[in-house]
Nanobody, 116 residues
């Protein structure tokens, strides 16, 4: 059975940092392209960052480039998103996504709120 479980969300002040984690089981993590998406109230879900299966390739949305860093530990089946210099507009539910071949898997998400 496939499980993706995000953690690390919470309330942080503008300019602060958070580190999200996504622990995965039930498929071959090291072969999957992994992504972080987010969805703010009243907005569509958007791709924040993606990372290749071996971790050597990454891509970011323009809105987070230079502030967020995606990484993975294939020995621990875990995906990370380091978020620095957070802004109120980063407030959203953040979702872990796995592209395992032709199948997409999603976690339940974790809330990130940036507010003073």
């Amino acid at each position: 059975q496939v499980h993706l479980v995000e953690s690390g969300g919470g309330l942080v002040q503008p300019g602060g940092s958070l580190r999200l984690s996504c622990e995965v089981s039930g498929f071959v993590f090291s072969r999957a392209i992994m992504n972080w998406y987010r969805q703010a109230p009243g907005k569509e879900r958007e791709l924040v960052a993606g990372i290749s299966s071996n971790g050597r390739g990454t891509a970011y949305a323009d809105s987070v480039k230079g502030r967020f860093t995606i990484s993975r530990d294939n020995t621990k089946n875990t995906l990370f998103l380091q978020m620095d210099s957070l802004k109120p507009e980063d407030t959203a539910f953040y979702y872990c996504n796995a592209q395992a071949g032709t199948v997409n898997y999603w976690g339940p998400g974790t809330q990130v709120t940036v507010s003073s």
